[in-house]
């Protein structure tokens, strides 16, 4: 029989070979989900991984994947934060719509004003209506020591329900005929995250998502702060000995988190969604945790984890127009990187040994 032996060190291979194997197993059980729908899983799986990538449409792909990636990646990184810290932000959904509506409706109060200053006004409110809503677990956990998987959670119920108030009420549009949803910020210019590069719908978003990379990188290797993180998710005692403030860094990091979380949900509803409407929210925050663990809480892993979501999110559409497969087998799809990664990840602190039966 096999069983598991705990390793003296967790492994540094299988810490790198466990994203791999995650991915490779979910191509091959993915397929046979897409056999027993009836469909081919050799076109399924290359409609997903390679059309978008060097398929006859891909000059198109190519771009979106960047954009696609652009709010997984930020968010990611600002989970990560916590993450390795032992700060479960499960909420970060909440905090992507708060943060688009504070930044659409600092636009929609300028509406019809034309003046260079309004996206900037938006960008910082957009931050800062996600730092808020990050903060509430953040504070309920360094005062009364609530859970902040639980707290986070629930906001994002409560943030969809204000986001179904805001497109049904204050923020709709007055000249909509009735119909819920704000104005469209891309027909206002200055409220509008118009793309940078014409032709490919790049947009601050993917600019903002890279420069976030660069910080959290900076922050890991050469900071106190990322030095203080990492070592209160290795060793909390040892932290604490060490002078780390429990307290301050849950807020820090709940803070930054939901933060960038804000930010991706303000570059979003301001460019590629261009309205506040009921479904605004697409499960950015909840898709960027698959992201944070494929990327190994590392920046560079979640960059390259970021692009590898958005691969299978363009592909799983294409699959769903061109293949007929279903959106509820390419969301089942998406979620068994994680399940598999969780998985595969056990390697990493445990070893399979081979047991032989004793005889009696």
């Known amino acids: 029989m096999i069983r598991l032996e705990k390793r003296p060190q967790p492994s540094r291979i299988w810490s790198y070979l466990a994203p791999v194997g995650a991915v490779i197993i979910t191509m091959l059980v993915g397929g046979a989900l897409f056999a027993v729908l009836g469909k081919d899983p050799v076109e399924a799986i290359r409609t997903i991984f390679w059309d978008p990538v060097f398929g006859e449409f891909a000059f198109y792909y190519r771009p979106?994947?960047?954009?696609?990636?652009?709010?997984?990646?930020?968010?990611?990184?600002?989970?990560?934060?916590?993450f390795r810290a032992g700060i479960w932000n499960i909420g970060a959904e909440g905090q992507y719509i708060m943060g688009a509506l504070a930044g659409a409706g600092v636009g929609l109060a300028y509406y019809p004003l034309e003046a260079a200053y309004i996206f900037p006004l938006m960008v910082i409110a957009g931050a800062f209506g996600g730092w808020a809503w990050?903060?509430?677990?953040?504070?309920?956990k360094a005062r009364f020591g609530t859970?902040?998987?639980?707290?986070?959670?629930?906001?994002?119920?409560?943030?969809?329900?204000?986001?179904?108030?805001?497109?049904?009420?204050?923020l709709r549009n007055p000249?909509?005929?009735?119909?819920?949803?704000?104005r469209n910020l891309q027909q206002?210019?200055?409220?509008?995250?118009?793309?940078?590069?014409a032709g490919t719908g790049v947009h601050w978003g993917v600019v903002a998502a890279l420069i976030a990379v660069i910080f959290a990188y900076v922050l890991f290797t050469r900071h106190l702060l990322g030095?203080?993180?990492?070592?209160?998710?290795?060793?909390?005692?040892?932290?604490?000995?060490?002078?780390v403030n429990p307290a301050r860094l849950t807020l820090i990091c709940l803070g930054l988190s939901g933060a960038l979380a804000g930010l991706a949900g303000m570059f979003e509803v301001s460019g590629p969604a261009g309205q506040i409407n009921i479904d605004f929210n697409v499960g950015y925050g909840f898709t960027a945790i698959i992201v944070a663990f494929l990327g190994r809480l590392h920046p560079v892993g979640i960059l390259l984890a970021g692009l590898l979501l958005a691969l299978t999110i363009i592909g799983g559409?294409?699959?769903?127009?061109?293949l007929g497969l279903p959106a509820a087998a390419i969301q089942m799809f998406q979620g068994m990187l994680l399940f598999f990664l969780l998985a595969v990840d056990v390697l990493t602190n445990y070893r399979l040994r081979w047991k032989t039966a004793e005889v009696a």
């Open 227 to 243: 030095f203080q993180i990492k070592l209160t998710g290795q060793a909390p005692k040892a932290a604490r000995f060490a002078g």
């Open 147 to 170: 859970n902040e998987i639980l707290v986070s959670l629930m906001l994002v119920y409560v943030a969809e329900q204000l986001l179904a108030k805001m497109a049904l009420g204050l």
């Open 64 to 82: 979106q994947l960047l954009v696609k990636a652009a709010p997984l990646i930020l968010i990611a990184i600002g989970l990560s934060l916590g």
């Open 188 to 197: 206002y210019p200055s409220a509008h995250n118009a793309e940078i590069f």
């Open 317 to 322: 559409e294409n699959a769903e127009s061109n």
């Open 134 to 140: 990050g903060m509430i677990p953040g504070i309920l």
């Open 175 to 182: 000249d909509g005929r009735g119909f819920p949803g704000s």
